[in-house]
Structures are given as structure tokens and as C-alpha cells.
């Protein structure tokens, strides 16, 4: 974890306290801002400032982060269940809650109602239209979309998507914004699933395909793309990571928008239905336990 020199300190202000919220609010405190992390329940929020404070403990253990960085980043950090509380006087607001349009227009709404008038309006959506979101909106031309990876305080790679309303001084500051937390920015177009997503999506229904059609199992396809590919991770080991859920979602609204390529296979819905939803609930292709990987699945139709 690097601790990079921010270029101007922000007021930055993070909805949604869960696996993304916290890693973003994480990356912005230690990059020097000022955050508040907002999420729906007390119990939501202290999860994900526990969650923080475990990450940041375990980089000092790797020395990637000294005690004082550590304590000074959970300093600038607080948390709240009152939205007004968590983006009055910010400069910049992300919001990280579940991918649901709706929701996410209401959220933009309601923060533009309480924000300054040069206030920026970051979605983080996997793929939903950036556009539709700042739609919502009655100066659209704040807003646009930061996409980040998980984990974020390990990911350097941060989509900055650019909406039919985005401005240019929006762009210019996001961008900067994103350099300063030392995370390298790709801009891409509002398009489906933008660039990472369409495709890393599209190799993890292939994968989901062989696995229900018994072609290799999760843990050898995953290997094969580790060791034949390169890749740090295979693509079933990444979609427990993600969430099967998170990934059903996404994959739904791809097949509504480019088409039957992107159709869920069965094997992933019935994860879903059955809970198990990867890394989170303990179960996925994989069982987990304490973050890692102890075994396979037993579905009774994998085998
Ligand atoms: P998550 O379920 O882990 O966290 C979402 C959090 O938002 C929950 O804690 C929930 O209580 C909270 N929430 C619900 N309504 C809220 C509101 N009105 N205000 C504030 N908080 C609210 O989900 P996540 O994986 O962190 O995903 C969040 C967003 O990030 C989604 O749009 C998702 O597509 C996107 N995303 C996820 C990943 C990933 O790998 N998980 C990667 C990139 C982008």
C-alpha cells in the first residue's frame, strides 16, 4: 500500500460502508482527504471502519504502512448513518450502495439536494448507464462515474467514465482526483459493462458454462488460466470473490443490453437462490473460510 502525497486536500464523502464503500473511503483517507463514510445502519458503518482498521493493521504487519500513517489515515476517517451529515461541505461524493438504478438515482437526487453547487457526484456502478443515474439529476454535468476494483486498496485501476452529461472540468477534477490516490485512471466511454467489466465478465460466464457442462472442474480452469493466461486469478475464484450475486446482476443487465451472449447460465442462479453467493456467505464454486479457499463445492449438479 502506498501512501501518495494528495494534490489538495478534499471533504470526500462515501455512501454505502460495504465491500467497496470502505475500500474507496480507505484509499481517499490515506491519500490525505477528509472522509465520511456513510452507511444505512450503525452496524453497517462499524463494520466497514473495522474493516479499514483491519486492513490497515495488516499493512503495517507487511511494513507497506507505518503505525503513524496507519493512525493519522483512521483519523481524517468517520462514519455516519445521516446522509446529510456525511455530504454537506463535501467536494466530492461516491456513491458505492447496491447496483440498483433506482436506488442509485434516489441517492444522487437526494445528495444533490444537500450538496454545494460545485459539488462532484461519483457513481461507482459495475455497469449500470452512468447516464441514466445522473439523469437524475438537475446538473448533471457534476456527475460521472468512478469505477473501482476490489480490492480497492490493492486494485490500481480506477475507470473513469465519462457520461452524455459529464463536463469537462468534472473530468479534468475526477481524473485528478484519481491520480492523487495513486490509482491509475482509464477513461471509457458510458457503454455496458464499460471496458473491464464487459470483458471480465464475459470470461467468467464462459467459465460458469464449463463448469455446468462438465468440462474441467472450478479449481482446474481457474488454474488454467492462472498458470496458461497469467492471470493472478482465475475467473471462478474471482467471481466468489466479486459475489455470484453482484455478478447475476450484472449479468442480467448485459444480456438486456448487448444481447443473449451474456445470458446467466443456471449453475450461477441457482447459487444465488441456494445463498451461496462466494467469499461472503462462506460458499460459492468454492468454500471459504476466514477469506480463503478450503475446498470445492459439493453442489449436487457441479459434479
Ligand atoms: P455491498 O452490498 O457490499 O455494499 C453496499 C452497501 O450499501 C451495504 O452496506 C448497504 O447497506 C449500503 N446501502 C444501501 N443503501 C444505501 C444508501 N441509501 N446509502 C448508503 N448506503 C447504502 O456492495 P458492493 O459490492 O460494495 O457494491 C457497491 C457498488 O459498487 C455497486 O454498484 C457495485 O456494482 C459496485 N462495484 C462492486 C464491485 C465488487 O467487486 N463488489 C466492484 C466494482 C464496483
Known amino acids: 500500500m502506498m501512501v501518495p502525497e494528495p494534490l489538495s486536500v478534499m471533504q470526500v464523502s462515501v455512501l454505502g460502508a460495504g465491500t467497496m464503500g470502505h475500500g474507496i473511503a480507505q484509499v481517499a483517507a490515506m491519500a490525505g ?26 499493512g503495517v504487519d507487511r511494513d507497506k504502512v507505518t503505525p503513524d500513517e496507519m493512525a493519522a489515515t483512521l483519523d481524517r476517517l468517520s462514519g455516519t448513518t445521516s446522509l446529510e451529515a456525511a455530504v454537506t461541505d463535501a467536494d466530492l461524493v461516491v456513491e458505492a450502495v447496491p447496483e440498483d438504478m433506482e436506488l442509485k ?3 444522487v437526487a437526494e445528495v444533490e439536494s444537500l450538496v454545494d453547487d460545485d459539488a462532484v457526484i461519483a457513481s461507482n456502478t459495475s455497469s449500470l448507464s452512468v447516464t441514466e443515474i445522473l439523469s437524475a439529476l438537475e446538473r448533471p454535468g457534476r456527475g460521472l462515474g468512478l469505477h473501482f476494483f476490489n480490492p480497492v486498496h490493492i486494485m490500481g485501476l480506477v475507470e473513469v467514465v465519462v457520461a452524455e452529461q459529464t463536463s469537462e472540468s468534472t473530468l479534468a477534477f475526477a481524473t485528478e482526483f484519481v491520480e492523487g490516490i ?45 498458470l496458461g493466461y497469467n492471470h493472478p486469478m482465475g475467473p471462478l475464484e ?33 447459487k444465488v437462490r441456494a445463498g451461496k453467493l462466494g467469499k461472503k456467505t462462506g460458499e460459492g464454486f468454492y468454500v471459504w473460510e476466514d477469506g480463503e479457499i478450503v475446498g470445492a463445492s459439493e453442489d449436487v449438479m457441479d459434479r
Open 33 to 58: 482527504h477528509e472522509v465520511t463514510m456513510r452507511d444505512i445502519e450503525a452496524a453497517y458503518v462499524d463494520d466497514g471502519l473495522d474493516a479499514i482498521e483491519s486492513n490497515l493493521r495488516g
Open 105 to 107: 438515482r434516489e441517492t
Open 182 to 226: 495513486d490509482k491509475t485512471a482509464v477513461e471509457v466511454g458510458d457503454s455496458p459493462g464499460f471496458a473491464s467489466s464487459r470483458l471480465g465478465v464475459a470470461l467468467g460466464v464462459e467459465a460458469m458454462r464449463m463448469v455446468q457442462e462438465g468440462v474441467a472442474s472450478p479449481a482446474d480452469i481457474d488454474t488454467a488460466m492462472e
Open 238 to 270: 474471482l467471481g466468489d470473490a466479486v459475489g455470484l450475486d453482484v455478478r447475476l446482476d450484472i449479468l442480467e443487465y448485459l444480456r438486456e443490453e448487448l444481447g443473449e451472449r451474456f445470458r446467466p447460465p443456471q449453475i450461477l442462479k441457482r
